[in-house]
């Protein structure tokens, strides 16, 4: 995710620009630049490392007290220099950084256009720019204030005018911002890292807020001009604590952020009226989604049962008949492609060597590629005809969590639009758009109480095999579970197919082989309970998934992890989001670093 950092004081702005930006680096990103208020203001960007930045910079003598700096992951446009932040407007007087997204940035573009303003990114950041720049008679807060009332979607945003000079103007909305002042000046960024070197007292802007930052003080406001108080908080963090936000592992906070991935990968694509989703990434193949007979998912690890889960989602809403295989496999196959097929790959780097191998083989045939990435602007973005990116940030933990919540997600608004493509009605479209809506809160539901997970996964940590099983959407979500568990604990694990443990695997049961077993409140309920009768008969012990109205699963066993209950299709995203706390905890409480496991790599670029 991008970063932001600025700052306003007696000093060179310089030196603390590149050094927030440096201490943002944990986050991902793909380019950076900063601008400089002394004079003039000047303004560098560099695609690719800060130190590339900090060599430019070193050669162009920027100076001032007032400046901004941003890292950038793209969203809007490439990577390039001219996308890269900050933005400034047709006469070099406002310089913007911005994170977040805004929605409705091609419409304000157009009038802006029409009204002369020229743009050089293909950026959403820029329009912000050129709006504030309409807007402006001398006093940039209120030019700020009057842009952000024509502004929908979400920002943390620092601005500077060389025009109204001794102050930043900030605002928030769905985006963080912090302030921090000491006796060098006043800080800014979108994350305590950035600056809590400086101090560690900070004030967290809210969503709504505006503050008008100068060296020794600043006041903050909405957009209304009523001023707003906001308490000082003192944090005791270090700088790897602040990096994970207070955490104490990278993938626990990602975890913990998957309410905001998941709206993040909806925002602005389900079109409630319309019972459909909206994915602008398709909007040029929409006639040849149409006419397609067959899907293929190609992908790898996490990212192949997000495919899996997929498969069954895209079959209920659609009925297109979809083929999921491992991208490894795939590549090597004797491949039988049929007309009118198209292709999903799936991949949160985007970089996975066997899934682009697979894609440079698809390519020789005449067949539609679509891409579903998390890493824009990546080699499998660049390579595919279309596609949509799932939004969720840069994930640093090696074992995927908001990743494939959000490509199930996403898997979930192309199934919603090929269904409403063909026979899926208005109502049960609108049924499954409100649904998707409903699950970032009914994920922080899982997320506000996970004593009873922590409990479970403590009960069983010394265990040294687990069977994790599921029917249905519960099949890929118990492979997902297992693999969870043995990279990140190093137990050995197998996820199963319940029906299929009668066929082989249900000999190794016995009370050292505990089975986690996914029994929701769904059409597939009664033949899972069967399955726990037959592994208990076996002296199997099992941990049940369940919903609360289900009370006879305690009947069934005594450790049982509850989720909210919700329609059948969502349940691979609880229930996998229940599996990546318990494996956590159980990697934490073996004393394993479940963020660095051993003999894994986050890309896995090679073969
Ligand atoms: O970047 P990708 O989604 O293409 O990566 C594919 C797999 O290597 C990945 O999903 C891996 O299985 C997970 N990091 C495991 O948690």
Redesign the pocket.
């Known amino acids: 995710m991008c970063g932001i950092v600025g700052y306003v004081g007696e000093n060179n702005a310089t030196p603390f620009l590149l050094k927030g930006l440096k201490r943002l680096e944990y986050r991902g990103y793909d380019s950076s630049g900063i601008a400089v208020l002394g004079e003039e203001i000047g303004c560098v960007k560099e695609v690719g490392k800060i130190e590339k930045l900090e060599e430019e910079v070193s050669k162009n003598e920027l100076k001032g007290s007032i400046g901004i700096g941003h890292s950038r992951w793209a969203t809007h446009g490439g990577v390039t220099e001219e996308n890269a932040h900050p933005h400034w407007d047709c006469e070099k007087n406002i310089f913007v950084v911005h994170n977040g997204i805004v929605e409705n940035y091609k419409e304000i573009k157009n009038k802006l256009i029409k009204r002369g303003h020229k743009f050089v990114s293909d950026t959403d950041t820029e329009v912000i720019a050129h709006l504030i720049e309409h807007f402006f008679k001398g006093d940039l807060e209120s030019a700020v204030k009057k842009a952000l009332r024509i502004i929908k979607g979400t920002y943390g945003l620092v601005v500077i005018a060389k025009k109204d000079p001794g102050k930043m103007v900030a605002a928030r909305m769905f985006s963080p911002l912090v302030i921090s002042v000491n006796d060098k000046g006043s800080f800014v960024a979108s994350d305590p890292s950035a600056i809590i070197t400086h101090s560690k007292k900070m004030i967290f802007l809210e969503d709504g807020d505006v503050a008008v930052i100068q060296k020794d003080n600043f006041v903050i406001s909405d957009i209304k001009e009523k001023i707003k108080e906001r308490e000082e908080v003192t944090l005791d963090w270090d700088i790897e604590d602040s990096q994970k936000n207070g955490y104490p592992h990278f993938m626990i906070k990602e975890i913990a952020e998957q309410p905001e991935s998941i709206t993040n990968s909806m925002r602005g694509r389900i079109v409630l009226e319309e019972g459909s989703a909206k994915l602008g990434g398709l909007e040029l193949v929409e006639e040849e989604l149409k006419n397609t007979k067959k899907i293929s998912i190609i992908?790898?690890?996490?990212?192949?049962y997000a495919g899996i889960t997929g498969k069954y989602l895209i079959e209920e809403f659609s009925g297109v008949p979809v083929e999921v295989s491992l991208a490894s496999e795939f590549r090597y196959r004797k491949k039988v492609i049929e007309k009118d097929e198209t292709f999903i790959f799936?991949?949160?780097?985007?970089?996975?060597a066997d899934?682009l191998a697979a894609l440079q083989e698809v390519k020789k045939k005449d067949v539609l590629t679509l891409g579903i990435v998390?890493?824009v602007g990546s080699s499998?973005a660049r390579e595919t005809d279309a596609g949509v990116y799932n939004h969720a940030g840069p994930e640093i933990g090696?074992?995927?969590?908001k990743?494939?919540t959000s490509q199930v997600v996403v898997l979930s608004l192309i199934a919603l639009f090929l269904g409403r493509q063909r026979n899926l009605s208005l109502e049960e479209g609108k049924e499954v758009a409100n649904t998707l809506l409903s699950l970032p809160s009914l994920v922080s539901e899982i997320l506000k109480d996970d004593s009873e997970i922590k409990e479970v996964a403590e009960k069983y940590k010394d265990f040294k095999n687990f069977f994790f099983i599921g029917r249905r959407y519960g099949y890929p979500a118990s492979l997902e579970g297992s693999?969870?568990l043995k990279?990140i604990s190093y137990i050995h694990s197998e996820g199963y197919p319940a029906g299929e443990l009668k066929h082989g695997p249900i000999a190794l049961i016995d009370e050292s082989f505990p089975t986690v077993a996914i029994c929701l409140s769904n059409s597939v309920y009664e033949k899972m309970v069967s399955n726990v009768e037959e592994i208990k008969a076996r002296n199997g012990r099992v941990i049940v998934l369940a919903n609360r109205d289900k009370k006879d699963v305690k009947e069934l066993t005594e450790d049982v992890i509850y989720l909210p209950t919700a329609p059948e299709f969502v349940s691979p995203v609880l229930a996998v989001v229940c599996f990546q706390l318990f494996s956590y905890y159980v990697s934490v409480s073996l004393g394993r670093d479940p963020d660095k496991p051993r003999n894994?790599a986050?890309?896995?670029t090679v073969e």
């Open positions: 992908a790898c690890g996490t990212s192949y799936i991949s949160q780097s985007g970089e996975t899934t998390n890493a499998i090696v074992a995927s969590t990743a494939f693999l969870k990279e894994l986050k890309s896995v």
